[in-house]
C-alpha cells in the first residue's frame, strides 16, 4: 500500500541543522496528513510535527515550536522536516507517518500515533554536546 522512506538524518553538533525527508509512494499523498514522532532509547514515542493535507495547517509539541518546520510538496510526493538549533535532547529515531483519512484534524488529533495508518522506517538524528 502506502511506502513511507525517511532520510536525512546524521549526527552534528548542539546548534546545528539538519533536513529530513519522508517520501511517499502513491498518487494520492495530496490527500493524506503527514507527522513526524520520535523516539529515544527506552522513551514513548513523541509528537512533533504534522501538516495538514494542504500545507495550509501546521503543528508542533511544544519543545519544536520556533526550532523545526514541517512543510511539503504534494508534487514530490515528499513531506520535509527542517530541523534548526537542535540539543541533545533532540536525539531519536525520526519516523514519519501518513493519515490517509479525509477528516479535519487538529493539534490533539494529529499529536496521537493512532491517527495515522502508516509509518516509515525510521532514520536516526544525533546531536552532540
Known amino acids: 500500500q502506502v511506502q513511507l522512506v525517511e532520510s536525512g538524518g546524521g549526527l552534528v553538533q548542539a546548534g546545528g541543522s539538519l533536513r529530513l525527508s519522508c517520501a511517499a509512494s502513491g498518487r494520492t499523498f495530496s490527500t493524506y496528513a503527514m507527522g513526524w514522532f520520535r523516539q529515544a532509547p527506552g522513551k514513548e514515542r513523541e509528537f512533533v510535527a504534522a501538516i495538514s493535507r494542504s500545507g495550509s495547517m501546521t503543528y508542533y509539541t511544544d519543545s519544536a515550536k520556533g526550532r523545526f518546520t514541517i512543510s511539503r510538496d504534494n508534487a514530490k510526493n515528499t513531506v520535509y522536516l527542517q530541523m534548526n538549533s537542535l540539543k541533545p535532547e533532540d536525539t531519536a529515531v525520526y519516523y514519519c507517518?501518513?493519515?490517509?483519512?479525509?477528516?479535519?484534524?487538529?493539534?490533539?488529533?494529529?499529536?496521537?500515533?493512532?491517527?495515522?495508518?502508516?509509518w516509515g522506517q525510521g532514520t536516526q538524528v544525533t546531536a552532540s554536546s
Open positions: 507517518a501518513a493519515d490517509p483519512t479525509l477528516v479535519s484534524g487538529s493539534q490533539v488529533y494529529y499529536s496521537d500515533y493512532a491517527s495515522y495508518d502508516y
